[in-house]
């Protein structure tokens, strides 16, 4: 037989990427931020201090604060989380990681295992779904109003499953600034459903990376802070708040369950550096920053909304997102939007299609995903009105646009 | 049932971690690396110009690099692996990775299945070791001499294999300043056992990660660039050359391997902060700072040996190092070097015992890994002597330190 070495690649992995071809002329996918918001000259301040001061310490791993990650980092997190959202935590309940992407791996490699069960919201991230089919994981959705997770679905849910003898291990949950439909669930209702996984027995993995950036600047009460026992894994993230490429993230939870992360998390510890200059940064600045982040976000999701009902009227319907840094829009069924995505790519606009967002994947079929925080305000206006042109081309409709008959 | 945490938990979960205790005060363990040669003013200078020139990038995942990591970072490592061990790449055949921990996962998820066979060095890294075996795959340990793998003794255990119908996935190899027999492999023999993968077909895993620690400051021509067809598989990292908590590593293959690893890397990309600073230190600074830190390692070398000379005499027997951080060093059969490493724990002598580090672990039960390159020169001394003790204590052997009767 003649070598090839793709003879020796493991059976079951996806298809391997095309190679980048640069960044999209019109990009409202994934989770980029406001180039305008980066805090350079204050990172660069930062960096200079906190390097003169504790260089050093990159010659260790974990950087002189053992495996858990920067400590004035986490001891800014304990603070900061404390007066904004309630929590009653220490330095000790804070496992950093690269990312929230690498929190959720670790949580569920905690918890998981192949044909569990786990509880999602019926429209929910997409590298949360895929991570737990990735696993052999089943996920039920739980509808969504806006004001999160519907108690009476997720009652039924449970019970239909009880009824199977199945209990699922978590109901994974993005209570502030919901991704996808940006609602921000009440006190009341996170007390409701913090009772339902009390009484049926399962845990809650409350995802945290947004709320910072509610347009009033509030945050209600953590899941987590308004438990009693430790049946919430929480976990948020730097990325949405300051800069997706620092990759610093966070877990907290019980002793238990960050001692026993600790016990597999074997990388040699997540980017010292990026935790330093977080370190310095945050104590100094971080909410003056999210403060004036925030104001920018709202503005450009203003202006997305304001283009979106130029261009699309009634085809394209939303909710005004609580903060954030995208709106989740439906079609009329008549949309494809898995085809919409292909031919928008094509045309360098580049959107995130409603299947991968989405629990079941046809309730996504007519919805979208965009991300309005990174384009500037021409791009905005330019690529959906582009947009919505590509759409008229491919489904005939939106007929008018900016109240012209196409 | 009572509500337990702990009962959501996955069962084939290693144990959970003790709470970190502070580093330890004689500190041999690990990868750490020296203090001084951290060149904290030229980061810090490389952290200002990079931020200021470039930071907006961090607004968007990948820095406006791609998901193969940071492009200036990529094209110095082309030019400097070109230069000193001989490769012909290009950027589109390097991935950074967040440290060579994440680059060895990478690899093994591209190439392993559980119940698989790998070949590896019958001393080698031991969180390499730990790895394969997580994933349920056996290996098997090659002999070693002082120029590394002994091509008969793979022979023999590849017909081994053959008669019972097995293949070998990879070889993993770190021919240049082995871990942790700090040998170094040369060409001639790098070509036989490149012959003997073609001749058997199995892959090489090359970790070349100690590259630049030799004390020559010469690199041999990696087996990657010896081979005239993608069997090779190569990584590196800046974790012994710079700093471990940096967090910069790489895997560097065909872009067929790329491609296909880029399929499920999905992390959101690696710190980008750090190979910002990296890019621009190292293209400034790079030779002259390895030139630097390895007169210091060799120092620091030099001392330990002398220590153990003094402490142990004959007792400990080692090869002096070609290069790197470490010293590999074999008791009489008398010493159990898994009692020696708790006793000695618990007195703040930090050491990696040998069972840890071999293929086979009953072979490393007489062996201990040191770590000389971070510790300085007092603690070199007196940590080799209070070593010397605690063994006399436990095994009644070395009788004389210093020349002194205990």
């Known amino acids: 037989m003649t070598y090839k070495l793709e003879n020796f690649f493991a059976k079951d992995l996806p298809d391997a990427t095309g190679a980048y071809s640069g960044f999209p002329e019109y990009n409202f996918v994934g989770g980029h931020n406001s180039e305008i918001n980066i805090p350079i000259k204050k990172l660069v301040k930062s960096a200079e201090s906190v390097l003169l001061k504790e260089g050093k310490n990159l010659a260790l791993y974990g950087h002189n604060s053992g495996p858990q990650g920067n400590l004035a980092l986490r001891e800014f997190l304990v603070s900061y989380l404390d007066e904004h959202t309630g929590m009653k935590i220490d330095s000790g309940n804070i496992l950093l990681t690269s990312g929230s992407l690498q929190a959720l791996d670790l949580v569920n490699k905690l918890l998981l295992k192949k044909d569990d069960t786990v509880l999602v919201e019926e429209a929910t991230y997409g590298g949360a779904i895929s991570r737990i089919e990735s696993l052999g994981v089943k996920h039920l959705g739980i509808k969504l109003d806006n004001e999160g997770i519907c108690p009476q679905h997720l009652i039924q849910i449970l019970e239909m499953l009880k009824a199977k003898d199945i209990s699922p291990k978590y109901l994974y949950t ?31 993995f409350e995802d945290d990376c947004y709320a910072d950036l509610t347009w009033d600047r509030k945050r209600p009460k953590s ?5 009693d026992e430790d049946r919430v894994i929480y976990c948020g993230s730097f990325s949405k708040s300051i800069a997706p490429a620092l990759r610093v ?10 001692s026993k992360i600790l016990a597999y998390k074997n990388d040699g510890g997540s980017g010292a550096i990026e935790q330093m200059i977080l370190a310095d940064f945050c104590k100094n600045n971080y909410k003056k920053h999210a403060d004036e982040l925030v104001i920018e976000l ?6 997305m909304m304001q283009c ?30 898995n085809r919409l995505f292909k031919v928008a790519s094509e045309k360098g606009v580049a959107l995130n299609p409603g299947s991968e967002w989405v629990s079941k994947s046809e309730e996504g079929i007519n919805k979208i995903r965009l991300c309005f925080a990174n384009p500037k305000d021409e791009t905005i206006k330019d690529g959906i009105s582009h ?3 590509i759409c008229y081309d491919e489904f005939g409709i939106p007929i008018t646009g900016a109240n012209v008959k196409r």
Chains 1, 2 share one sequence.
């Open 174 to 204: 993005i209570p502030t600034v919901q991704n996808p439909t940006a609602t921000v669930m009440p006190e009341k209702r996170r007390r409701e459903i913090l009772e339902i996984a009390k009484k049926y027995n399962f845990l809650i």
């Open 223 to 227: 899941i987590y802070s308004l438990c």
């Open 308 to 337: 979106l009902d130029m261009e699309f009227g009634s085809i394209a319907e939303f909710t005004k997102p609580k903060g954030g840094i995208f709106i989740w829009i439906t079609f009329p069924a008549s949309i494809n939007t």
């Open 249 to 258: 993230g966070y877990i907290i939870a019980s002793w238990k369950a960050i």
């Open 387 to 389: 947009l919505a042109q």
């Open 298 to 303: 709202e503005r450009k999701c203003d202006l």
